[in-house]
């Protein structure tokens, strides 16, 4: 996630939990990625598309259970397609939307993408939430092999839907984390993609400093094509 608890806030394993101080500004980060789509098929070519985003996360409330929910501001969002050296506004800028996490970095819910996702393009960047709140483990005995972190998965109608990155942490140095592992989704038991995700994070306080990440996943809605997203979050 954005917000990320350090070793140096919790302690040791068995350590009192010490709460994070909620943001008192508006906190601005830069979101860069590239998205290709291979639909397999000879009638329709590849697409790769590059975006550029300035995003803005706002607390609004804090709730009885401690936790936040934060308004998320699309401030600028560029986009080009890789014929084109030329960006352009996307209609997805200025639009905004509710998330509602606890502050050590679990996404509870998301408000707002059903009206945003009918933008043009919009239903594909419904990886980003797991880009933005990775809730990477923090303690020793905190699930370092197979961390599973569940957000809603957009691109099947059917509701309960989610999506998974299950993945395997290290910590090489202090304010320093890489991850490797599937990313897949499902509803129930069924299986809905199969995919892969790579990533390193780095933060020198509660709030997440650089994300680069590298995610591949193979989806059947509302197309068959591979999607490989390969990007960058960073703080300002």
């Not at 209609?91 to 970095?105: D, I």
């Amino acid at each position: 996630m954005l917000l990320w608890l350090g070793t140096s806030l919790f302690g040791g394993c068995g350590a009192k939990r010490i709460m994070p101080t909620t943001p008192n500004e508006p906190m601005m980060f830069d979101l860069d990625f590239s998205y290709t789509l291979d639909f397999e098929r000879a009638d329709i070519p590849d697409d790769t598309t590059f975006w550029a985003l300035d995003l803005r996360l706002t607390v609004v409330e804090t709730h009885r259970d401690d936790s936040l929910s934060l308004q998320l501001d699309f401030v600028d969002v560029q986009f080009r397609e890789s014929q084109t050296d030329s960006w352009s506004n996307h209609p997805l800028e200025s639009q905004q939307l509710v998330v509602r996490c606890f502050p050590w970095g679990e996404l509870l819910l998301v408000e707002g993408w059903d009206t945003i996702s009918v933008l043009e393009d919009v239903q594909w960047l419904d990886f980003m939430f797991g880009t933005l709140f990775p809730n990477p483990p923090v303690r020793s005995g905190q699930q370092w092999n197979s961390r599973l972190l569940p957000w809603p998965y957009y691109l099947n109608p059917e509701p309960h839907s989610k999506q998974i990155v299950s993945a395997t942490w290290s910590q090489p140095s202090d304010g320093a984390w890489t991850y490797e592992g599937s990313w897949y989704g499902k509803r129930g038991v069924t299986p809905l993609f199969d995919g892969r995700a790579t990533g390193s994070i780095t933060a020198s306080t509660p709030w997440i400093a650089t994300h680069t990440f590298d995610w591949t996943r193979t989806i059947s809605k509302p197309i068959v094509a591979e999607q490989h997203i390969m990007g960058s979050l960073e703080q300002r």
